[in-house]
């Protein structure tokens, strides 16, 4: 559970990430030069905002008018003229800067080794110079929130260096009570001033010897024994439209706080407070010899060598990173989770929802970490509030709407362009994780909290959703289906009506509410309108190609390698699509996946990775990671869609994008266990390189937390603990028994576990050209065994 490497980093994307959710930083490892580069999650361009685009809603029913008769370019010209916002296209998060330690006569250095262990969330730097060890361990601490680099060596007295601080940012520099103090404020974008207030300040304590000032921002430490700095940042942002608080009083107290501790148990409550989350789950897939070498070279030689182990350290790496990323009372994760070097990083690095940050946290329950969903979720309920506004000014409409980014500003207008910015729809896809949230916890009164975002949700899309000519149904327009277009006139035409991810996301949004309503008992009569309108909202429809048609009409062309697989949205994350209730569908989502190929950005192929485990094709699973753990060049960083890992282990779109760690994370969790299709599917989608293996701790929707041991693809050894109660029905390809003794009963009719209830799907719609013939599925046992909360259940091979 180590990357370690046998070089210093250079490029920013060979730095080791640290964070304790708030604080992160990038720790290079030069020996001549230490480089931490710094960030504050709440750090970003700009100011509170909104930038809802008022003359839409004039021109709505015109640009409907022209989609609905086939005039496209015209449509998505106005769009962009008029529907587009016309303030800003959301704000950038931004570094705080870097801090910098110079060693002089440390560029001539042996034994260098740096590392990384996720089990403990500390970096270490290790290397001699004449004779002498010299070794950096740096964290940041989740129970202290500061950072903190300690600097010993072999002999007395061979602490030396300089410290300063620098950064891109509007920024004044001073030393105070002998500490580092860096005062600045986010920068401005697209016309907008920015007000985020930021303060860092590093204080060292040491062992024996001095420091002193050098230069007005320059401090040297000169013959210490050993040597702690403490890291503490503070800015003034309280919520999206409070910038109140007094960053300096802030730092200044988490710093005071800290240096109340000694560096020993500062470093045990750190470890402590992360193993909390990062050990309740375990994998082991088997080691190999390809463990002793560096991290670099593992990924390198990943495709051709026999290296079970870099899976387990990827997935877990996943962990880590949301776990350093993302924690209760902060920001959610972004783009890059909360590591970024530039001053407008590609996509601003804010939050794409037209899947990226939605991936962000498709790891989170599954692998037992549902405590970080709580940013996500206060995110929504933010948006829902932002939404609300931009809602009736553009489109006239209740409830509240999203597009497809926002920001630390909770933004909601259309951005970029008209090609993918106008996509009515992020409201639904980020009301699935409230959803899934209550599958997992099993908590009415959390279900009772976020029902009214859910309905606001539903709202907009009552009042939004309109017929068309051709079939009559209910469609949302103008939208797109993800950034992929239909046709060529000029451009790319993205811009129309009824797309296949649209009808998905309403429909499983207005059946998740019609369940809350009956859960809860409440709003009877909201659900007998979200019934008769979902019956008249577009089915799925398979192409003339067998294929799962992407748009409402058989616009879908073989040849279309595309990075989004939108219409396969549900099949995963929903679980509209299954083998067993909607064969031919499950057959023509295949078919549209084998069309888009396996070659994509880093995050599309960590989605392939998810939706090939629920087409029940490990192998072609574990191709897909294959894929995606090869080697990008450190000078890799700008846009191409060739995908793959840095040597840190971060996601390459190229540019680094994390959502494709945190993706690829989620499919290897659903290769080992899935919960969505009405029971505990174990080992759906093994692998013939994972023949044998063990598991421990994912947790499955009803609140069943899992453990497996396998032997040549077969369950050798299965345990479940329920955390609520309630009937167990589990799919194997094992023959199983009770280990105790009791009878295992076969499964018959639905399951009665509440949480285990699957949506009904009307038939799809098949084009006369279609030749759809199904492929096979694995034979299952299926078996129930009632459960009581609290209780553990273990099954062993007949």
């Not at 260098?112 to 002498?132: F, Q, S, W």
Request: charged share 20%; net charge negative; glycine share 8%.
């Amino acid at each position: 559970m180590k990357l370690w490497y046998d070089t210093p980093a250079v490029k920013w994307v060979e730095a080791l990430p640290i964070g304790n959710g708030r604080l992160g930083a990038m720790v290079f490892g030069g020996p001549s030069q230490e480089h931490l580069q710094l960030n504050e999650e709440t750090v970003w361009a700009g100011q509170p905002n909104s930038n809802a685009n008022p003359e839409a809603f004039a021109v709505l029913p015109l640009i409907r008018k022209l989609i609905f008769e086939g005039r496209y370019k015209e449509a998505q010209d106005l769009v962009g003229v008029k529907v587009i916002t016309k303030t800003n296209h959301g704000m950038a998060y931004q570094p705080v800067g870097d801090l910098f330690l110079d060693f002089p006569g440390h560029d001539k250095y042996t034994s260098y080794y740096r590392e990384l262990d996720i089990t403990k969330a500390i970096t270490t730097t290790r290397y001699t110079v004449d004779g002498v060890e010299f070794v950096r361990e740096t964290f940041s601490s989740f129970p202290d929130q500061v950072i903190v680099v300690r600097l010993t060596a072999s002999e007395k007295g061979k602490i030396n260096f300089r410290t300063r601080l620098a950064s891109p940012q509007r920024t004044t520099m001073s030393i105070e009570d002998g500490d580092l103090v860096l005062r600045g404020t986010s920068g401005d974008m697209e016309g907008l001033e920015g007000k985020v207030d930021f303060t860092a300040r590093v204080k060292i304590v040491l062992d024996k010897g001095h420091a002193g000032v050098e230069a007005d921002t320059l401090l040297a430490v000169k013959e210490a024994n050993a040597a702690t700095l403490y890291i503490s940042m503070g800015t003034n942002f309280v919520n999206y439209h409070d910038l109140s608080a007094d960053p300096d009083n802030r730092a200044n107290e988490y710093l005071n706080a800290a240096l109340g501790k000694d560096y020993d148990k500062l470093k045990l409550a750190h470890i402590a407070a992360y193993q909390h989350y990062f050990n309740r789950v375990e994998l082991n897939l088997g080691k190999t010899d390809s463990v002793y070498k560096p991290t670099t070279a593992r990924i390198l030689e990943f495709s051709k060598a026999d290296d079970p182990q870099l899976v387990e350290l990827y997935f877990q790496f996943g962990r880590y990173l949301l776990i350093s990323s993302s924690q209760p009372g902060g920001q959610p994760a972004n783009l890059q989770g909360i590591w970024n070097d530039m001053m407008l990083p590609p996509w601003d690095s804010k939050y794409t929802t037209n899947i990226n940050v939605e991936m962000n946290y498709w790891p989170a329950e599954v692998a037992n970490l549902t405590e970080l969903h709580e940013p996500f979720i206060s995110m929504v309920k933010e948006i829902a509030e932002t939404g609300s506004k931009t809602a009736e000014v553009m489109y006239g409409a209740r409830g509240w709407v999203l597009h497809h980014n926002t920001d630390i500003w909770r933004t909601t207008g259309p951005v970029d362009y008209s090609g993918p910015g106008i996509w009515p729809t992020g409201g639904a896809w980020i009301c699935r994780h409230l959803w899934e949230h209550y599958l997992y916890s099993g908590n009415k009164e959390f279900l009772r909290e976020v029902y009214p975002v859910m309905k606001g949700a539903a709202s907009f899309f009552l009042d939004f959703l309109v017929e068309e000519p051709t079939h009559h149904w209910l469609v949302i327009s103008p939208s797109n289906s993800p950034e992929n277009s239909f046709a060529t006139e000029g451009y790319e035409l993205t811009n129309c009506a009824g797309t296949t991810m649209d009808n998905q996301m309403v429909y499983e949004l207005f059946t998740n509410l019609m369940e809350a309503t009956d859960i809860l008992g409440i709003d009877k009569a909201f659900a007998d309108t979200l019934i008769q309108v979902r019956s008249q909202l577009p089915p799925m429809q398979i192409g003339r190609y067998n294929q799962l048609q992407e748009w409402m009409f058989d616009w879908d062309r073989m040849d279309d390698h595309h990075r989004h697989v939108s219409h396969l949205y549900g099949l995963f994350p929903s679980n509209l699509i299954s083998p067993y209730r909607t064969p031919e569908l499950f057959e023509a989502a295949r078919n549209s996946l084998n069309y888009r190929g396996d070659p994509a950005t880093g995050w599309s192929m960590g989605w392939k990775v998810c939706l090939w485990a629920r087409l029940l094709d490990g192998n072609r699973a574990y191709k897909l990671i294959t894929d995606q753990l090869q080697l990008t060049d450190s000078k890799e960083t700008e846009y191409k869609q060739s995908g793959g890992t840095y040597p840190n282990l971060f996601d390459a779109h190229p540019p680094f994008q994390i959502d494709g760690n945190f993706g690829c994370t989620a499919g290897i969790a659903e290769m080992l266990l899935q919960s969505h299709d009405g029971c505990v599917y174990i080992l759906p989608a093994l692998p013939e390189k994972w023949n044998k293996g063990k598991v421990k701790g994912l947790v499955a929707r009803g609140g069943f937390i899992v453990d497996i041991e396998w032997e040549n693809s077969r369950v050798k050894y299965l345990k479940v603990r329920s955390e609520l109660g309630d009937n167990l029905r589990i799919r194997t390809v094992t023959s199983l028994k009770r280990k105790d003794g009791k009878p295992l009963l076969e499964a018959e009719g639905a399951n009665v576990n509440p949480f285990y209830k699957v949506p009904a799907i009307p038939e799809p719609l098949v084009s006369s050209g279609a030749d759809l013939k199904l492929g096979s599925i694995p034979q299952t046992w299926l078996y129930d065994i009632p459960t009581e909360a609290g209780k553990e259940y273990v099954f062993l091979p007949e």
